[in-house]
């Protein structure tokens, strides 16, 4: 596939996600969202539908834009990921099923984790000689922490959004915190896992060089 | 580290730690602490000699949490105001965090062959501070809910000492950085030199 053929279709796909979003915030509108009876507030619902389209759009502009060119798996997990999220709030899975919350935030680690995991190949593969990672282990423990770390930056977004709008909107206390963060722990340590069992098949380089950075940001 | 010393500091953190936990009947204590004593003690087994700096620097940093944490409880079973409280036991956690980040780095250094520039050090540092810290917080998950939930921990203990660790470390890892950057600092096994 070409250039042009691979920006006309991430541009499809751009389209695809703002006519998505935009339809689930036409339901929103009309009364027909589950998360209202569930418990979810409207305007949080309707933030959450901004927000999740803003970043779902990310990977396709950058594409178009020349910047970046991820496998289409990698793209799609991601906003895949976005997808699971938003809808699981449209419908109001988080508070009327106990075990989604968890399960939720462990698949979301594991996206992230992902995402840390490619990040440290290509660090790997493209800093100057005298930074090295280490060895697959050292790398695997560094993807682990990386990714632990972000389940506690998603802990404090989510307590200083509620701090600053002065109403709890997106946490329900202590336990749930705590638990939120066991979760993440447990979807970095499966992909730490995952990551051990590519590395054996695969090298770091060949990691890295399954994505693509263009010319515009290579250097 | 010469391994005598190592073991000593491992055994001081873990025994200070466990009392400490005991006496107030707070398990966190012992979870945090372990972290360094285990660190401590894996590079002192592998008998390392580190800069006598670094030595002090745990040393001291130890000695801070176990001082710090001997002042602090008091202070909150007598009516101390939770924010207040929660500030500090992110301040006294990010420097603790942010000792064992720097310690686990340095074992990378060692057992990975790895070496980190100025840039790495900088950027992994906050990460590593607020994994370990976040990593301490998942670890309470396995003890009683109850407790949890009769209002023991707060949400804004969690998410302001979240904020301090990620706050300090950020600019802890920014002024080590530019040290790094200044004196061609690069953390390798060349640095800390390996005995064996």
């Given amino acids: 596939m070409n250039f042009t053929d691979d920006r006309i279709l991430n541009a499809i796909a751009a389209i695809l996600i703002v006519i998505s979003f935009s339809v689930m915030m036409i339901l929103l509108y009309g009364g027909y969202a589950p998360g209202i009876e569930s418990g979810h507030p409207f305007e949080y619902l309707r933030a959450t539908i901004v927000m999740c389209t803003l970043v779902s759009l990310v990977i396709p502009l950058l594409r178009i834009a020349g910047l970046v060119k991820f496998p289409w798996w990698f793209s799609l997990i991601i906003i895949g990921n976005v997808y699971f999220y938003a809808i699981s709030l449209f419908c109001g899975f988080y508070l009327d099923i106990s075990w989604w919350g968890n399960t939720a935030h462990a698949i979301s680690s594991m996206v992230v984790g992902i995402i840390v995991f490619a990040s440290l190949c290509m660090i790997q593969t493209y800093s100057p000689g005298h930074v090295n990672l280490g060895s697959v282990y050292s790398i695997l423990m560094l993807q682990f922490i990386i990714c632990v770390a972000f389940g506690g930056i998603w802990e404090i977004m989510e307590g200083y959004t509620d701090i600053i709008v002065g109403k709890s909107y997106m946490v329900y206390g202590a336990w749930d915190s705590i638990l939120d963060v066991r979760s993440d722990a447990a979807g970095a340590l499966i992909i730490s896992i995952m990551g051990y069992f590519i590395l054996k098949k695969h090298s770091v380089e060949e990691v890295a060089k399954s994505i693509k950075l263009l010319r515009r940001i290579k250097y | ?196």
């Fill in chain 2, 1 to 196: 580290m010469n391994s005598t010393i190592g073991h000593a500091v491992s055994v001081i953190i873990l025994i200070a730690a466990t009392i400490l936990g005991l006496v107030n009947g707070d398990f966190m204590i012992v979870v945090v602490s372990v972290i360094p004593a285990v660190l401590t003690a894996a590079l002192s087994f592998r008998s390392v000699k580190t800069p006598m700096r670094c030595d002090v620097l745990l040393i001291l940093s130890v000695l801070i949490f176990i001082s710090a944490v001997l002042v602090m409880y008091p202070l909150e079973y007598n009516g101390m105001s939770r924010n207040i409280w929660a500030y500090m036991v992110g301040t006294v956690m990010a420097v603790m965090s942010f000792s064992a980040a720097a310690i686990t780095m340095r074992s990378f250094s060692i057992f990975g062959n790895s070496s980190f520039n100025w840039v790495l050090i900088g950027s992994f540092l906050p990460f590593f501070s607020l994994g370990i810290y976040v990593l301490g917080w998942a670890s309470l998950s396995f003890l009683d809910a109850a407790d949890l939930d009769s209002g023991a921990i707060l949400q804004v203990e969690m998410v302001e000492g979240m904020m301090t660790v990620l706050v300090l470390s950020i600019i802890g890892g920014l002024i080590l950085s530019r040290i790094a950057k200044r004196k061609h600092i690069v953390l390798s096994a060349e640095y800390f030199e390996v005995s064996e």
